[in-house]
């Protein structure tokens, strides 16, 4: 079945990086544009960034100005989220998922901006 396995984050301070991996499994990787999104406790999930299937091309929320990179591996079934500039603000719940998610959703994995 669809399993999404999302993993690397946890506390850093503010102006630090991090790197989120998410190994997918349970359909054709390579054949789906795959997405990033994030979570705050209470709140709807918001979409962070967007990668096509080849890699070619990619797309963020504006509110990020241009401080996260996504990409991925075909090979490994594998897509990644860099963040860097992190401040208080991205404190949040970190999910991989599909070009529009059928309702399939990892555990996510939690990034804690703080000093």
């Known amino acids: 079945q669809v399993q999404f396995v999302e993993s690397g984050g946890g506390l850093v301070q503010p102006g630090g990086s991090l790197r989120l991996s998410c190994a997918a499994s349970g359909f054709t990787f390579s054949m789906k544009t795959m997405t990033w999104y994030r979570q705050a406790p209470g709140k709807e999930r918001d979409l962070v960034a967007t990668?096509?299937?080849?890699?070619?091309?990619?797309d963020y929320a504006d509110s990020l100005n241009g401080r996260f990179t996504i990409s991925r591996d075909n090979a490994k079934d594998t897509v990644y989220l860099q963040l860097n500039s992190l401040t208080p603000g991205d404190t949040d719940v970190y999910y991989c998922?599909?070009?529009?998610?059928?309702?399939?959703w990892g555990k996510g994995t939690l990034v804690t901006v703080s000093i």
């Open positions: 990668i096509t299937r080849s890699g070619g091309s990619t």
């Open positions: 998922n599909v070009m529009n998610p059928t309702g399939v």
